[in-house]
């Protein structure tokens, strides 16, 4: 048994039979990933990484584990999946997640042919684990995922009190102890019991708090779309290496290439996120003033990059000024949290008028960017009021969204 | 100015000009009167007083002072009634204020007389404070009210992080310097600039979650009818002294007098109580299966007594053995945050769906309890489920509660 | 087993089988005994009780033997004796402790009576514990002992994180999860690996910080010594019940048997404890300006009350307007703990020349202290200066304390 | 004013005069720098950076200002001070410094020529900043460098903290606040009062106890030493660039160049920093088996490398398969902190007993290393034990190290 220190859980203990595991490359590599991405430039200690966040996961997953009384090759799987369920990250984590997405079809936790010939293989099979057995618990197809990758697991549990650590941002308060007291894995799914209703509307609740204040701040969203249209530059110069293997790269090593691309655009915007000299919002609006559902219809990146191209010209901007950040509309979620409650099996969210309400919270939160290098803002924001059919702001209507 | 340690805060400093006040005894008796009533028995940390709890107040009322940049009569003024903001208080906080009044027809914090003839009158003209003019403030007819006695007010921000602290349930969680910061005092109130949303439905959420976990906890219900219910009974055996000045006891005051009181079940309820030998829940329903707006009408302690005497003649068990619970159904409220946003003024309830559910989440949370003891607590049930017609338990409607 | 929420450990499991325990008047009576007697008065949050440290030193004490890999019966022992290892605490802990020492000759944890046939008797005999073996775990002749009473023992690892949440003062941090992974239970007490050092140092150092700091603070002496004074008096105007049986009363008990006692004495000494209107330091000054050892010879509670009436005579005050508080000098201790490092089994403080100065620190931090009424101060302080022969203060040999 | 959330201060104000400092490229930079360089294969969450650091380090310096009651145009210098102290470090902070000082003479607190010519020099400018003045603030020559550059410095207030929150050993609490309160700024230095003893004590022997468990834990040495070997050998190669310009890259550049290095060695060995492929200890001995005086006796980082070629050789190995590692004997220090105490001025380590001893404790913690691939550490043991004549371990004089 290895002890790790951890700031967060104290402790975090480590099997002998997870070492080759966690000394292989894929995970290592985590080491130079930061957990969130940019955010290091909105909240200056958030350079937590996915590695500390792979060992939470560790931990805590022995915790549920232990609870749950399961057998010894449930455990060393699910701490596996734990461990693992992040090495398909992309550099600076969800950032680059659209890309990879566009590029190959799969998103960070379609990990099959990854885990099955990669440099995991080896590691994997010394532990008597199964890749794809493996792959399927983060997958989300086995009856162990909801450890792992469910609305309660131990992923989030983890992230939401790591990120509140680095951030200071006071919401991420999980009470994870309890909620993993309360947990009953059932054929279906993850179950809770009474005792756990606080603790996982809690858990809900934080996600949906700091969502605003962290995951999608604005500069953090700029910083983003910078990085991903400098990938798209970089590639169309036939930037190969990094940009086409994002698996292979890191945080630090992306940006590198991208400053030695052939793309002056790529080499322009490495430069100044390098140096957070960042674009600015030029339109910043919510559902009340666009129309999200019109505006995603067929949305890829590709067509926010014309959109951009569009804009640009009618402001009298070089094409690479002008970037567009549409975000998905969050779907609705979180219908799956069931709790054990007076003999019977309920919806959380029917029970808890909070949580009811946070699929409506997080379209309420959700924003369109138009960002431009600072002296082009007022011309951006003109020709893209006209280009993207932005209403007038009105004090009536302003965020009647659904 | 004097530096006093806290955990919450690190220091807070009181100025000079307050120290005849912090020495004064209604401000000293702070010290012996807890938080949180009898939250103790449920969770040990509990301990905290009033007197800490205001020391927190000054310590916010300062650092919003100096936000607003109030000149140094009103700083003088508002901090005084930070620090004497509770002095109004029975033994073991909330839990006696039904039964103060009930006996004096007067709240925790309509504290004009007190504050005008009583002890603190030296003081309070040592420091040149006008008594009316500090009870105005706290009792919310001042234009200095919203600091210390509104939705957002410094006794909120600091009793959410201070029982957090010492209950260790994480989530009263607040971010009172974001808060601070983007408050603008406004004749009308105050108001938040946008700056200050996520920290102010931070505050709001903690504060509903904080309810069932801590605030409306049974077995510190529990505890707190049993008080009452020695209490009535001491006074009408006659007894005097602390239970009818309940301004000039505290909480282990109270628990003694009652302790040698006339009344043999003022006496055997303050054993109980002493050693946490408590009694039960006979019926613990919600909404869903009474009706709390029939059950309120005409409500009062006297008629609560009388329902408990009834039920307990039908389960054959003294009057005494049974208690009946029924808390005040929550009111709207919360309507008053507004928040300059986009160059007007709105309801934060109207920009934020969590906020506006927040008044239909504390109806869901509304419980009415009949306790007894231990073994009484099958017949007591099956008595009043007939008296107060409480309804079955289903699983479709209930948690239907509008 | 019952969860109980803990702001320091988190959650505290406590077994079914000490249920019995934990709900018996004694183990009860400890929720009304703050664990630093007095020091709310200088740090106001320091409500903390006896009750939670004991529930802390349960929690710490399944880890240690969990760790140690103990059997069943010995792990049940352990946990009891952590559970009830300060049932002996008079009010308001140590301060009454030199009382109970002289008026019955037994020390807090000298407990085997009151196990055998007290309140206590019963529980543990339900619980299949010996009081014998349960009493010498806590009294420090046991082979277990070593868990529960020494130099690295569980006791101390929770109080000195508890004394620190509480009070805010940030010297108390103590690596327990390290220090126990590093534990060796031998037959000649416990030892550490290696890979504890630093723990091990670290909570010598943090004890020997927090004494100035906490437990010596002078307005915590000063208190303490007040109530002493109290008891005294009361006891010899015949004032019984509580003073005589200090196990069977609380803080707030004693204090309201004070207020009501036939000694004026005692009865204004209350009511400035209750208050705060605390006496001041006439003269309070180290070794290098009196000699401990000598006022150390034949020192006894009767004998400090002497001086203290010589003093006052001196001063022309009345006997009880001062106050003379000569603690004991601190015995050298702490060369208990041992360390296996490099195949051998060294004293700590061998290896580590900041663990080999602390009984020099304790010795450097030892005050005298002479309290007076605030209105007799410079007259006490001329008296005592000349009745207990008090060196002026030089600037050379000031800290030359050996 | 500009607020930065911090998670160990809440909040950080920046002046608007400093915000042009801020945001130029050697401030930027210090984001990717890491504050405790490779601690973070240690404690996988000491990833924070001196870009943080220095934010904080601004923030204790506006608190040490507003009570020192500094004129504004000394706050404005200190604060530059402050934020800018650490612009001279090169990539991993403290580990390059050897090579930094061997190849320019200058350690990272000697960046006068830095300031007025480089890239700060116009916003200095802009700032109405001197930077002759600023770097003499920082250098340790200036009347205002007792903040900055001392025992008891707001550099050290934060760092020890700030190590503590993000790698979760608890050693490094400082009462920052209480600390700042009594200094008191006098023409010879930095004084403090007498109620800051007890915070300044515990600040330096966090300092202390922070040394073997963090600043000086083996691993990181480790990988320390393997960063100088592979520069080293990079730049004997005609590595340029980075290499030799270590103020103008960051820990992830330093890396890549050596990736890319022309010398296979270097290759090599940022290969395995990256992955965490490390060397281990064939010896690691204290001042018990080595004479550090004579081992340092015209040490230098070329006689290091000659030394482990020799041994290398010895053990038949290739020379870059061992890296001797003899640091400093650490020189005594801290004899500047003084104390005002009954009307005189002291050393604090003439008050203290534990401070007295820290210069011992800090020799004592000394340790030489020889590190070596793994599969030759019993072959590098041997010849390192006869090369530097490493006595053999015995119990008696083990740690007799004056």
């Not at 559902?287 to 191209?309: F, I």
Request: aromatic share 4%.
């Amino acid at each position: 048994m290895k002890f790790i220190k951890d700031p967060v859980h104290g402790y975090v203990e480590v099997p002998e039979s997870l070492l080759p595991l966690l000394d292989s490359p894929p995970v290592q590599r985590l080491r130079h990933i930061r957990q969130l991405g940019f955010s290091y430039l909105v909240y200056p200690g958030a350079n937590h990484t996915r590695f500390e966040h792979a060992l939470g996961a560790v931990h805590l997953a022995r915790l549920m584990c232990s609870h749950l009384a399961l057998d010894q090759s449930d455990v060393n799987l699910a701490t596996a999946a734990a461990l693992l369920h992040d090495v398909g990250h992309g550099p600076f984590s969800h950032t680059t997640e659209p890309l990879m997405r566009e590029w190959s079809g799969r998103g960070h936790d379609d990990i099959g042919p990854f885990l099955a010939s990669g440099p995991l293989a080896g590691p994997l099979e010394a532990a008597c684990l199964d890749p794809r057995e493996v792959a399927a618990v983060i997958g989300g197809t086995h009856p162990l995922s909801p450890l792992i990758h469910g609305d309660l697991d131990v992923d989030r549990m983890d992230y939401l009190q790591r990120d509140a650590h680095y951030t200071g941002v006071p919401y991420g308060t999980v009470d994870a102890p309890r909620l993993i007291k309360s947990c009953i894995l059932e054929p279906e799914g993850m179950v809770i019991d009474e005792n756990g209703i606080n603790a996982a509307e809690s858990l809900l609740i934080a996600r949906t708090l700091m969502r605003p204040a962290v995951y999608y701040h604005h500069v953090s969203r700029i910083a983003s779309s910078m990085l991903l249209l400098a990938l798209q530059e970089h590639r169309e110069e036939g930037g190969a290496g990094a940009a086409d293997n994002l698996l292979a790269t890191d945080d630090a090593g992306l940006l590198q290439a991208l400053a030695r691309s052939r793309s002056a655009t790529a080499r322009e915007l490495a430069g100044r996120l390098t140096l957070r000299r960042l674009y600015k919002r030029a339109v910043y609006v919510g559902g009340d003033r666009v129309n999200p559902q019109a505006l995603q219809s067929d949305l890829s990146l590709r067509k926010m990059r014309r959109l951009g191209m569009e804009i640009a010209e009618m402001a009298g901007r070089s094409p690479a000024e002008v970037i567009v950040d549409i975000p998905p509309v969050p779907a609705d979620i979180m219908t799956a949290v069931r709790v054990q409650y007076g003999g019977t099996t309920s919806r959380l969210e029917d029970l808890s008028p909070l949580v009811h309400t946070l699929n409506r919270t997080r379209r309420v939160q959700w924003r369109m960017g138009i960002y431009a290098v600072p002296e082009a803002v007022p011309d951006v924001a003109r020709a893209a009021t006209e280009v993207l059919h932005v209403k007038r702001a009105t004090t009536q209507d302003r965020l009647v969204v659904d």
